[in-house]
T-cell receptor
Framework: DADVTQTPRNRITKTGKRIMLECSQT?????MYWYRQDPGLGLRLIYY???????NKGEISDGYSVSRQAQAKFSLSLESAIPNQTALYFC??????????????FGPGTRLTVL | GQNIDQPTEMTATEGAIVQINCTYQ??????LFWYQQHAGEAPTFLSY????GLEEKGRFSSFLSRSKGYSYLLLKELQMKDSASYLC?????????????FGQGTELSVKP
């Protein structure tokens, strides 16, 4: 079973709709992240959370919100989707208990298309 | 500001050696990562450097010079499956050590 899962894997929606992308992990990690990836722009951080009560904005948080419902779950919402939010979205986790590297582990991604 | 530069594309021949460069200018530095990403898939961790020098792991090696803001990923004995995007990422000087800043990635094509 995958350690970091994302649902849905693919989603097509219309402008103005509310969309929620979900991320779950069984790794027991405390830190979770949401990124979007666009061709030529690499991965850009949207929001991150270092524990259940902690939510922080990344470099491109406008138009997005998040919820950390439990240590294992981190959801990303688009309140009113717009076409330039069409992208590949990745969730990632890392573990602060492991001293040193804090490597991030990525989910399989959600491909979102906003028409 | 934060800036990480990598070549957009590279092409190499099966069996050869290729070096992918990464230069960075960030407000702080607390380690540099290389990730591999096949098309449509999740990035996977390749290497980590926090001190100057070379880290070797099988066919892959990564080098860091903090004074020059420079790293490279060296891939030896290239195989067709090495065709992928290679992402350089810097962890900036953050209290809790978690945030990464990614370059745009280098798309490597390995030809027969």
């Amino acid at each position: 079973d995958a350690d970091v899962t994302q649902t849905p894997r693919n989603r097509i929606t219309k402008t103005g709709k509310r969309i929620m992308l979900e991320c779950s992990q069984t790794k027991g990690h405390d830190r979770m992240y949401w990124y979007r990836q666009d061709p030529g722009l690499g991965l850009r951080l949207i929001y991150y959370s270092f524990d259940v009560k902690d939510i922080n904005k990344g470099e491109i948080s406008d138009g997005y919100s998040v919820s950390r419902q439990a240590q294992a779950k981190f959801s990303l919402s688009l309140e009113s989707a717009i076409p330039n939010q069409t992208a590949l979205y990745f969730c990632a986790t890392s573990d602060s208990a492991l001293a040193g590297i804090y490597e991030q582990f990525f989910g399989p991604g959600t491909r979102l298309t906003v028409l | 500001g934060q800036n990480i530069d990598q070549p957009t594309e590279m092409t190499a021949t099966e069996g050869a050696i290729v070096q992918i460069n990464c230069t960075y200018q960030t407000s702080g530095f607390n380690g540099l990562f290389w990730y591999q990403q096949h098309a449509g898939e999740a990035p996977t961790f390749l290497s980590y450097n926090v001190l100057d020098g070379l880290e070797e792991k099988g066919r892959f090696s990564s080098f860091l010079s903090r004074s020059k803001g420079y790293s490279y990923l060296l891939l030896k004995e290239l195989q067709m499956k090495d065709s992928a995007s290679y992402l350089c990422a810097v962890r900036d000087q953050d209290n809790q050590g978690g945030k990464l800043i990614f370059g745009q990635g280098t798309e490597l094509s390995v030809k027969p």
